[in-house]
């Protein structure tokens, strides 16, 4: 029975073989002659270049005119890097559409390198290119006409002062034509108007020409009395208190005519009894007039017109001859009176140039918010890093592409000895401090075994140690997937942290670890920020928008 039993095993082992071939070869004709398919088709122009030179890689897509179609995108030729990508003309073909994309490729090191195959998507499923085997050689360098020289060390460079010393003549510039305004409009000497010419003539002429013009005006004809003897009255008025410095416009007409009298008997004023009758007739029809709507004849008001020219140059003639005392004090008055206009003109301006300072600063701190317009005025560190020129540049091997405010200055790191014996190479840099306002950092590190895969856990263990030797307590932490613009996969772990500062209070800070890596090499990006800051969580936003890695080391 067992030797039936095991010839019964080898008889079916002896079927499959045999059906086995019969199968594929009758699904052999099906699989290499089916037309239905897309056809997709990769070459490069060449397999061997220079450093720096380029390659041609070309991805030939022939499908339905119907299908999605997908190429590759980003960094997917690593170890060669993709310099530009370019999508060809499309052909119709009956119902097939033929796509064309050539990607410009390089590298800068020499050797072997395989072009991984590419991945296209039609509809979704996956399609994949051969590899390529490509050779980049040495620059041949003649050193017998071209000395070598080290490489020197880095150097301090002072920050350029163009762009402060561009500033600085836009708010010279600005300084000078609000200058020239406020010098046009408030503080030149202008020519005088004709009342402000008026203003200056002496009391007595003033008079005679206000007299004069009011003669000519047609108050009488228009049946307007009222406001002709308030005119004539407040004329002969106002020569009374500034020639014969009696206060005559607050005085009544009794109280008036007495302080004349007075004047008159204590010898300060030579007029007759008929002139200072004259005066009361004439200032009681002009009370008449303004309160009593009395009318007189016309002839009546030219004549008391002509009676209070004649009251002005009698009461001129009757004063005696001024002192030199007097026409010092004259001359004083009227540069006192020129001083008093300029300083309000200035009072003015400096108003007029505060309310407009103070309009701007309601109407920006309004349409900006206080805090944008406070750090403006007064700046502030990392709005000035936000506002700055920024820097794209690419940091240690495998590179870390980004873009920050400034440039990352390479560190020295010292390893223990312990660590030195699994890093072959570690290439750190930095902008900022920790403990500071804002700092970026990047780190590139190669291993001795390139066999295992990268340990996340211990490289941010290690940097969460060391922001807690550096003061940080109570860190928070969180973690989550990380993808760059070109697609590559990471591990981002963020979080806050209380920070003690020298001065005895403490802050909150932000921060974020993002970690990439493959066999043999890690890379981190490390940023800290405090809490609360809006232009550093624009800045860090803005940073991790244009991080990119290599896939590759």
Do not use: C
Request: net charge negative; hydrophobic share 40%; no cysteine.
């Amino acid at each position: 029975m067992l030797i039936e039993g095991l010839h019964k095993i080898r008889n079916k082992i002896r079927l499959h073989i045999l059906w086995g071939p019969l199968v594929f070869l009758f699904l052999l004709p099906t699989v290499g002659f089916s037309q239905t398919g897309p056809k997709i088709d990769a070459e490069v122009d060449t397999l061997a270049i220079k450093i720096g030179e380029q390659i041609q890689y070309r991805i030939t897509v022939e499908t339905d005119s119907t299908d999605v179609v997908f190429f590759p995108e980003g960094q997917t030729f690593s170890p060669l890097e993709t310099v530009e990508a370019i999508m060809a003309d499309t052909l119709k073909n009956d119902e097939k559409v033929i796509l064309q994309k050539i990607y410009s490729l390089t590298q800068f090191d020499s050797g072997a390198y395989t072009i991984p195959p590419q991945r296209i998507a039609i509809n979704e499923q996956p399609f994949f290119t051969d590899s390529f085997q490509v050779k980049v050689a040495d620059v041949v360098v003649d050193t017998t006409k071209q000395k070598m020289y080290d490489i020197k060390p880095l150097i301090e460079v002072e920050r350029s002062t163009a762009d402060m010393w561009l500033t600085a003549l836009w708010i010279f510039l600005g300084l000078i034509v609000i200058g020239g305004l406020v010098y046009w409009f408030f503080l030149r000497k202008k020519p005088l108007t004709e009342e402000e010419k008026v203003a200056l003539l002496p009391p007595y002429d003033r008079a005679l020409m206000e007299l004069k013009k009011l003669e000519n005006s047609k108050y009488l004809i228009q049946d307007e009395y009222k406001q002709y003897y308030s005119e004539l009255t407040d004329i002969v008025r106002s020569y009374l208190e500034e020639d014969v410095h009696v206060s005559a416009m607050e005085s009544t007409t009794s109280e008036l005519i007495t302080k004349l009298e007075m004047l008159r008997d204590a010898g300060e004023l030579k007029l007759d009894d008929d002139t200072l009758q004259q005066f009361q007739k004439i200032l009681q029809t002009a009370d008449l007039v303004k309160f009593a709507k009395s009318k007189p004849a016309t002839s009546i008001a030219e004549q008391d017109r002509m009676v209070v020219e004649q009251i002005v140059t009698k009461t001129h003639e009757a004063l005696p001859e001024p002192t030199e005392e007097d026409l010092l004090l004259d001359e004083e008055y009227l540069e006192e009176l020129v001083k008093k206009k300029q300083r309000k003109r200035i009072y003015l301006a400096a108003a007029i140039f505060a309310g407009i300072i103070v309009l701007s600063s309601v109407f920006s701190v309004a349409y900006f918010g206080f805090k944008q317009v406070r750090d403006t005025v007064f700046g502030y560190p990392t709005k000035e890093l936000l506002e700055g020129e920024w820097v794209a540049s690419s940091y240690g091997f495998p590179p870390i592409q980004l873009e920050t405010p400034d440039v990352l200055v390479r560190q020295d790191v010292e390893l223990p000895k312990e660590t030195e014996e699994l890093i072959k190479e570690l290439q750190a840099f930095s902008y900022g401090s920790y403990v500071g306002i804002f700092s970026v950092s990047t780190s590139s590190i190669t291993f001795k075994e390139q066999k295992e895969d990268p340990q996340f856990d211990a490289v941010i263990g290690s940097t969460l140690n060391n922001f807690e030797q550096l003061g940080l307590k109570n860190i928070i932490t969180k973690q989550e997937e990380f993808v760059t613009q070109s697609g590559v996969k990471g591990v981002k772990t963020f979080g806050t942290g209380t920070l003690e500062t020298p001065k005895g209070d403490s802050k909150k800070a932000k921060y974020s670890i993002l970690s990439f890596g493959g066999k043999g090499f890690i890379q981190q990006v490390v940023i800290t920020w405090e809490e609360g800051d809006e232009y550093a969580e624009q800045i860090v936003d803005r940073i991790l928008n244009s991080l990119d890695v290599k896939t590759q080391a």
